[in-house]
Structure formats: C-alpha cells, structure tokens
C-alpha cells in the first residue's frame, strides 16, 4: 500500500538555519504530493504542493522538488525563523479512479530557538 | 470566506458511549474527508462523503460511520467508544466537481479533540 516516511524529529534549528526536512514515499502511479504544516493545539494548513514529476512547490520561503526517481519531496528553507516552529507533516494522494484520499508520513517537529 | 469550521473543539466522554462531531466545509466545496490524529502522529484517513454517499473508506471498523447533508456539511459518529478512540478528528474540504481528479486539495479545519475516559 501507499506509504510516506519522514526523517524522524524532533528538529531543533538556531534562528536563520538552513532546513531539510526529508521524505521519500511508495506508491503506485503518480501520486501528488503535498507538505502541510501544523501549528501548536491547530488542524493542519496546506504548505505546498506538486502534482508531477519535476515540478517545484514554492510558499513562504519553502520548496520542495517532486523527484520521482529517487521518489523523494524533500522540504527545504533557506533561513528559518522562531515562527516556523511547528510538526510538518509529507503527504500523497494516490492517481487512480476514485483514490481522493491522503496519506501521511508520521511528521516532524522543528523547534527554532533565537 | 468561511474556512472549514468544526464542532465542538474539545469533548470528553466515557468508555461506551457515542459521539457525534460536525463539519462545515469551506463555503464552494462539495466533498468531506475525516480523518483521526493520534497523538503524535500523521492523521489516518477515515472516510469521504461526496454527494451524500461514502465514496472512500479507510481502515476503521464500522463503528465509524458519517453523514453528508444537502448543504455539503457532515457528520461524523463513533459509537461503542473505546480509550483508543482518543485522538484529534480533522475534517478536511475539497472540490471534487472541479474535475481535476486526484490532485484536488483538501483543506483543514481547526478539529475535534476528543478524550475518552
């Protein structure tokens, strides 16, 4: 079945860090793959997204690349900052007639201290 | 415009019982996943309403079962709980009508935290 792994957490990053945040996935097709974000006692809000092979998903200084060669979505910033603080979270929704349906990784914490 | 609202935002019932949580979807959208969150861990993918009908179950006994009303907002209702049932309940809204398939994207709501005791 469909599977997505995280890097175990929790991440703890000095205020302006670079962050990787990786995760790799199974499943069959081409799934589209999504990065939702979690904040403290929160549901989860959509991050980014890309929908195949190639494409980059980009929002408030975060991407991640859909590589399906290496079938990896790795999150990415270039300097995190004490807000981002939060459990990310790696997801696919499987191609396929009727599959609507999301699967997550386990997520990980990212504490960033001043 | 709304976003995905749920109710209520925290409950504690007893071994046994039944519960019964609420969805609004986010104002245009026609479809409702539930999806359980056990604490520290990603949300497990319950079921999805489309159109008034269960289109998509996941791996959870019968005990779970849901509702969609006219209006696209949804039930969800767990009888017989058990301590194991603890966990946060997310509702997630999409548009399925849009014809993209499988890319479509869910949105959130804030969810349902329920204790069993």
């Known amino acids: 079945g469909d599977s997505v792994t995280q890097m175990e957490g929790p991440v703890t990053l000095s205020e302006e860090a670079f962050l990787t945040i990786n995760c790799t996935y199974t499943a069959t097709g081409y799934p589209s793959l999504f990065w939702y974000v979690q904040y403290p006692g929160e549901g989860l809000q959509l991050l980014l997204k890309?929908?195949?092979?190639?494409d980059k998903g980009s929002n408030k200084g975060f991407e991640a690349t859909y590589r399906k060669e290496t079938t990896s979505f790795h999150l990415e910033k270039g300097s995190v900052q004490v807000s981002d603080s939060a459990v990310y979270f790696c997801?696919?929704?499987?191609?396929?007639?009727?599959?609507?349906?999301?699967?997550f990784g386990k997520g990980t914490k990212l504490s960033v201290i001043p | 415009d709304a976003g995905v609202t749920q109710s209520p935002t925290h409950l504690i019932k007893t071994r046994g019982q039944q519960v019964t949580l609420r969805c609004s979807p986010k104002?245009?959208?026609?479809?409702v996943s539930w999806y359980q969150q056990a604490l520290g861990q990603g949300p497990q993918f319950i079921f999805q309403y489309y159109e008034e009908e269960e289109r998509q179950r996941g791996n959870f006994p019968d005990r779970f079962s849901g509702h969609q009303f006219p209006n696209y907002s949804s039930e969800l209702n767990v009888n017989a709980l058990l301590l194991g049932d603890s966990a946060l309940y997310l509702c997630?809204?999409?548009?399925?009508?849009?014809?993209?398939?499988?890319?479509?994207?869910?949105?959130f709501g804030p969810g349902t935290r329920l204790l069993v005791l």
């Open positions: 997630a809204s999409s548009l399925r009508g849009q014809g993209k398939g499988p890319q479509e994207t869910q949105y």
């Open positions: 104002s245009g959208h026609d479809t």
């Open positions: 997801a696919l929704m499987r191609s396929g007639a009727g599959s609507y349906q999301l699967t």
């Open positions: 890309a929908t195949k092979a190639d």
